[in-house]
């Protein structure tokens, strides 16, 4: 079966982990390995055994470093487990040969090898490692067991070219052999083991996420024919509140009147922003619009209400075209706007601009000079439901940035340098604009 996703990129992250591990204690075990070696080579007689000792010791400590700073520099690449495997496999092989063959202390090094290599390596090349192992112990045997290698044993071990009678050397190969294929079946069934968990867990994710999402799914169908249909006796009751107005005399009546004539439009406008937020995005009907057009048409909708609240609008953005869906970008700019005339405070003024960057991008930005967005909040303003009005419904940036994403670009928001906030919608260049990029540029102000 094929690996669940995910699945290899939590296996690369942990194997990554292990082998930065390994490098950094292979250095903590350096000294001990390199005072026993210098020690023997130190009492050792024979001189070619000294200089090989040497040499060993050397380029092992040489080896060790220059992987943990490739480790370090570089990161974990796939090629370094198997490199590293058969270079330790091989160096302890020659300095178990060169320090007493069968009874040289550095032999057992190979049983963690064989783990090492089982948990690391695919399994054929485990077997592969754990066969030059078992070759090379034999061939060990053989040299103490014949007398070709003299001086095989050390002098500190009595010296001689075997430490015992040929059937001793051989049975010993053949135990060491069985203990190297259990460390490597050891390491394989720990490979195993892991991996299987790892399987098991993400299956079990994956299962749970797609029974989320269809839950979400349905929630979000049932609540959006919910709102639907709670569309139509607010539409009633908003009607038969204008029918009454005309009858109420003036006073407490007709007081309460226009503050539910009100509640009434603020819940039509929390249930539209609901609906779109919960139908998919529809696909875009893209063409080339004139920005600074769309700006000055969003700055003339929202006159009366900058107006009532003491706050002016202005545009500078002639000039600037983009490749887009005229529609949707007005919808966000709406929003844009509404927000910051809502947070900006008497004779203030809320600012229209739009200009195209070096990149080719089209951007139109929306300033105001209210109390700006809190830093606690920020990032998390565009979540679902997330909103710093008191009677906000925590939808319109979520919808607007979707909008802005849709369309390839994105939507920003930002301190703005002496007080306020900086809303900037992002538009990709058009495709023409993408190579060289089309020169665009900003007109004169013009008050809305």
Same mark, same amino acid.
């Given at each position: 079966?094929?690996?669940?996703?995910?699945?290899?990129?939590?296996?690369?992250?942990?194997?990554?982990?292990?082998?930065?591990?390994?490098?950094?204690?292979?250095?903590?075990?350096?000294?001990?390995?390199?005072?026993?070696?210098?020690?023997?080579?130190?009492?050792?007689?024979? !001189?070619?055994?000294?200089?090989?000792?040497?040499?060993?010791?050397?380029?092992?400590?040489?080896?060790?470093?220059?992987?943990?700073?490739?480790?370090?520099?570089?990161?974990?690449?796939?090629?370094?487990?198997?490199?590293?495997?058969?270079?330790?496999?091989?160096?302890?092989?020659?300095?178990?040969?060169?320090?007493?063959?069968?009874?040289?202390?550095?032999?057992?090094?190979?049983?963690?090898?064989?783990?090492?290599?089982?948990?690391?390596?695919?399994?054929?090349?485990?077997?592969?490692?754990?066969?030059?192992?078992i070759a090379a112990t034999?061939?060990?045997?053989?040299?103490?067991?014949?007398?070709?290698?003299?001086?095989?044993?050390?002098?500190?071990?009595?010296?001689?070219?075997?430490?015992?009678?040929?059937?001793?050397?051989?049975?010993?190969?053949?135990?060491?052999?069985?203990?190297?294929?259990?460390?490597?079946?050891?390491?394989?069934?720990?490979?195993?083991?892991?991996?299987?968990?790892?399987?098991?867990?993400?299956?079990?994710?994956?299962?749970?996420?797609?029974?989320?999402?269809?839950?979400?799914?349905?929630?979000? !169908?049932?609540?959006?024919?919910?709102?639907?249909?709670?569309?139509?006796?607010?539409?009633?009751?908003?009607?038969?509140?204008?029918?009454?107005a005309p009858g109420v005399?003036?006073?407490?009546?007709?007081?309460?009147?226009?503050?539910?004539?009100?509640?009434? +439009?603020?819940?039509?406008?929390?249930?539209?922003?609901?609906?779109?937020?919960?139908?998919?995005?529809?696909?875009?009907?893209?063409?080339? !619009?004139?920005?600074?057009?769309?700006?000055?048409?969003?700055?003339?909708?929202?006159?009366?209400?900058?107006?009532?609240? +003491?706050?002016?609008?202005?545009?500078?953005?002639?000039?600037?075209?983009?490749?887009?869906?005229?529609?949707?970008?007005?919808?966000?700019?709406?929003?844009?706007?509404?927000?910051?005339?809502?947070?900006?405070?008497?004779?203030?003024?809320?600012?229209?601009?739009?200009?195209?960057?070096?990149?080719?991008?089209?951007?139109?930005?929306?300033? +105001?000079?209210?109390?700006?967005?809190?830093?606690?909040?920020?990032?998390?303003?565009?979540?679902?439901? !997330?909103?710093?009005?008191?009677?906000?419904?925590?939808?319109?940036?979520?919808?607007?940035?979707?909008?802005?994403?849709?369309?390839?670009?994105?939507?920003?928001?930002?301190?703005?340098?002496?007080?306020?906030?900086?809303?900037?919608?992002?538009?990709?260049?058009?495709?023409?604009?993408?190579?060289?990029?089309?020169?665009?540029?900003?007109?004169?102000?013009?008050?809305?």
């Amino acid at each position: 079966m094929p690996p669940p996703p995910g699945h290899r990129e939590i296996q690369h992250e942990e194997v990554s982990r292990l082998f930065g591990k390994m490098a950094g204690g292979r250095l903590a075990a350096l000294p001990p390995i390199v005072v026993l070696a210098l020690w023997l080579a130190w009492i050792e007689p024979a !001189a070619w055994r000294r200089v090989a000792l040497v040499v060993a010791v050397v380029g092992m400590c040489v080896f060790f470093v220059a992987e943990w700073v490739r480790f370090r520099r570089l990161g974990f690449s796939p090629g370094a487990i198997p490199r590293n495997l058969v270079i330790a496999t091989f160096w302890q092989m020659g300095i178990t040969a060169i320090t007493g063959g069968l009874a040289s202390p550095f032999i057992y090094i190979a049983v963690p090898l064989g783990m090492i290599a089982g948990v690391f390596l695919p399994w054929r090349a485990s077997l592969l490692l754990s066969g030059v192992q078992i070759a090379a112990t034999f061939t060990l045997a053989a040299l103490g067991a014949t007398g070709a290698a003299p001086e095989l044993n050390l002098q500190v071990f009595g010296g001689g070219a075997r430490v015992g009678p040929p059937a001793y050397l051989y049975t010993h190969a053949a135990m060491l052999s069985l203990v190297f294929l259990f460390s490597s079946g050891a390491g394989r069934a720990l490979r195993w083991s892991f991996d299987r968990m790892i399987r098991r867990a993400l299956t079990a994710q994956q299962a749970s996420l797609e029974a989320h999402a269809e839950r979400a799914e349905e929630l979000t !169908a049932l609540s959006a024919e919910i709102a639907h249909e709670l569309k139509n006796p607010l539409a009633s009751v908003k009607g038969l509140a204008g029918l009454l107005a005309p009858g109420v005399p003036e006073g407490k009546a007709s007081e309460r009147l226009q503050v539910l004539r009100r509640e009434v +439009d603020r819940m039509q406008a929390i249930l539209d922003e609901f609906l779109n937020f919960s139908r998919p995005l529809v696909p875009l009907a893209l063409g080339d !619009a004139d920005l600074g057009l769309l700006c000055h048409e969003v700055a003339a909708l929202h006159e009366g209400m900058a107006r009532e609240r +003491d706050v002016g609008v202005a545009v500078r953005a002639d000039g600037v075209s983009a490749r887009c869906d005229p529609r949707k970008v007005k919808q966000i700019l709406m929003n844009l706007v509404q927000n910051a005339l809502d947070a900006s405070p008497a004779r203030a003024a809320v600012e229209l601009e739009a200009a195209r960057g070096a990149d080719g991008a089209a951007r139109v930005r929306v300033l +105001d000079r209210g109390r700006g967005v809190d830093p606690a909040v920020q990032g998390s303003l565009f979540s679902p439901g !997330a909103t710093t009005k008191p009677r906000g419904s925590g939808l319109g940036l979520t919808i607007a940035r979707a909008l802005a994403r849709q369309h390839g670009g994105d939507l920003v928001l930002s301190p703005r340098p002496g007080g306020g906030t900086v809303a900037e919608l992002v538009l990709p260049p058009p495709p023409r604009a993408a190579g060289g990029g089309e020169a665009g540029g900003t007109g004169g102000g013009r008050a809305a």
